[in-house]
């Protein structure tokens, strides 16, 4: 027997949004792709957005391209570099050569003589690259690329900052993590993780909201998570107390401060917040002082790159010490690790259910859902279209962008009162 779900009729989510049809995400942005280390002279493959991608790296210069020759379809990652000094790369199938350097024009056929006629006539496509903190940022979207500065995070870039970053595949739409991000999950999902054993956890915000602003600390656009009223313990009748209180678990007083006195360097960093494309920032993760980013990078429908960012900002050499061996033996493993690798099943699970059952949104009927809600009508204002390289301006409907409503809670009809 199927049931209706409550859901499935809200306005919010009818229709063939942009959201809805970037199950291979929004294209007009930058990703990042790899970590600096991983291109190297010898080319990686990587499939993202649904496309296969070689990455290779010529002296300082990263090179990406599709990874199918025009000729036959051969993979360019398993191609040679048959003129060194030079930025071309020949495909192992029947040596036709490209200049990525200029294009991926084919600048010779090695098995055809040089008054070959493809020569000049046919083009590998190249995507546009840029490495900046030890990350490779790819553009794969239509037309000239947007300003780096518009996609990665104005603190990222900064030259104080020091970056770390990892990167795995990930079983799931990305689009199921991002709505999970936030709303609810958090004193129910990683009450148990190693992370957490020995901390206090409360049992619920009673109000929660989202509100879109102009992000004061990275630039653009931005939907921040409003938690508010928020309860230790709770009362539920004919139940009890919930949750139990076990004298391990002791309240830590919160500080901006983090190991080896790394400190945010800028005020008025909001905890939780979600951006286009689809990634999160959150404050004081996973050290107090730093702060986390983590892209929900589509590779195909069923899976994503999960790319975990953290900043820090060590003041002297001791501080620098102090900062990456508590990272490596903590933060690293057991928050980037296991901690985050919960939030990962639960993407497993959203995944599987909504193809066997067909998808459901968020329920409007839970009031936490507000954030997803208002993640899903936050993209279909403001992804970025096809043409926005053209004008370097914000796509129409963004311009025109009304406050997104608050979605009702409770039974569904009452207004949610406003933190
Ligand atoms: S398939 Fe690449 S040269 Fe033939
Ligand atoms: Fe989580």
């Given at each position: 027997m199927t049931t209706q779900h409550p859901a499935t009729a809200h306005p919010l989510t009818e229709g063939d949004t942009p959201y809805h049809k970037a199950a291979l995400g929004f294209r007009n942005y930058w990703y990042p792709a790899l970590k600096s280390k991983e291109v190297t002279h010898r080319p990686v493959r990587k499939v993202l957005l649904g496309e296969p991608i070689a990455f290779t790296r010529r002296g300082a210069k990263v090179y990406a391209m599709i990874d199918e020759c025009p000729h036959r379809g051969a993979r360019m990652s398993l191609g040679k570099d048959e003129f060194p000094g030079k930025d071309t790369v020949a495909c192992r199938f029947h040596g036709w050569t490209f200049d990525m350097a200029n294009g991926?024009?084919?600048?010779?056929?090695l098995t055809d003589g040089p008054d070959s006629p493809v020569v000049g006539k046919i083009r590998l496509r190249m995507y546009p690259v840029e490495e900046r903190k030890g990350i490779v940022w790819i553009w794969m979207g239509k037309g000239a690329p947007a300003p780096l500065e518009d996609d990665v995070p104005h603190l990222l870039l900064r030259e104080d900052t020091m970056v770390k970053s990892r990167h795995n595949l990930v079983y799931g739409n990305w689009r199921y993590h991002a709505e999970g991000?936030?709303?609810?999950h958090f004193l129910m999902l990683h009450r148990d993780a190693a992370a957490l054993r020995l901390q206090k956890m409360g049992a619920y915000n009673a109000t929660h909201d989202a509100m879109e602003e102009d992000d004061p600390v990275d630039g653009g656009r931005a939907l921040v998570e409003v938690t508010g009223d928020f309860r230790w313990t709770a009362h539920y009748p004919g139940l009890g107390e919930w949750p139990p209180q076990r004298p391990w678990r002791f309240s830590r007083p919160p500080s901006r401060r983090g190991q080896g006195g790394t400190s945010i360097p800028v005020n008025g960093v909001k905890y939780i917040t979600m951006k286009l494309p689809g990634y999160l920032r959150v404050r004081h993760f996973p050290q107090n002082g730093a702060l986390y980013y983590e892209w929900y990078v589509p590779v195909d429908e069923d899976h994503y790159d999960y790319f975990q960012v953290s900043l820090h900002w060590p003041k002297n050499p001791m501080s620098w010490l102090w900062t990456n061996l508590w990272y490596y033996t903590w933060a690293a493993p057991i928050r980037k690790g296991l901690f985050n690798d919960q939030d990962k099943l639960m993407v497993r699970d959203n995944t599987d259910w909504h193809k066997r059952v067909g998808r459901h949104e968020p329920t409007p009927l839970y009031r936490p859902d507000i954030f997803p809600r208002k993640w899903i009508e936050f993209c279909n204002i403001y992804a970025r279209g096809e043409g926005y390289a053209d004008t370097g301006k914000a796509p129409p409907q963004a311009q025109q962008a009304k406050p997104i409503p608050t979605v009702a809670g409770g039974s569904g009809d009452e207004p949610r009162p406003k933190p």
């Open positions: 991926g024009v084919c600048v010779a056929a991000s936030a709303g609810g």
